[in-house]
């Protein structure tokens, strides 16, 4: 199996950056498609940012795109997701998740970590 730990959430002011990092361990990353999902209280988990295998393939949530960069290092068996230009609309539990196909669905993934907490103020 994969075991994934998020990391690099907290409290910024609207504007403001983070950078969220998953590390993986388990099978090597590069086997994995690699998104990153949100969850407000209330609301449904959210597709927020996708990379292929290779990361030569990326996809964003239209309210995130110019905002957000997915990136992965495989060698490292690392993803990350740089947020600029943060809106309080971000706040959220912020979970990377590793699937075996290129879809923007959560219930197409299989491994998730326990998620990190983004927290946006105006």
């Known amino acids: 199996q994969v075991q994934l730990v998020e990391s690099g959430g907290g409290l910024v002011q609207a504007g403001g950056s983070l950078r969220l990092a998953c590390a993986a361990s388990g099978r090597t990353l590069s086997s994995y498609v690699m998104g990153w999902f949100r969850q407000a209280p209330g609301k449904e988990r959210e597709f927020v940012a996708i990379i292929s295998w290779r990361g030569d393939s990326t996809n964003y949530e239209d309210s995130v795109k110019g905002r957000f960069t997915i990136s992965r290092d495989n060698a490292k068996n690392m993803v990350y997701l740089q947020m600029n230009n943060l809106k309080p609309e971000d706040t959220a539990v912020y979970y990377c998740?590793?699937?075996?196909?290129?879809?923007?669905?959560?219930?197409?993934?299989?491994?998730w970590g326990q998620g990190t907490q983004v927290t946006v103020s105006s």
């Open positions: 998740a590793a699937g075996g196909r290129y879809r923007t669905r959560f219930d197409e993934y299989t491994y």
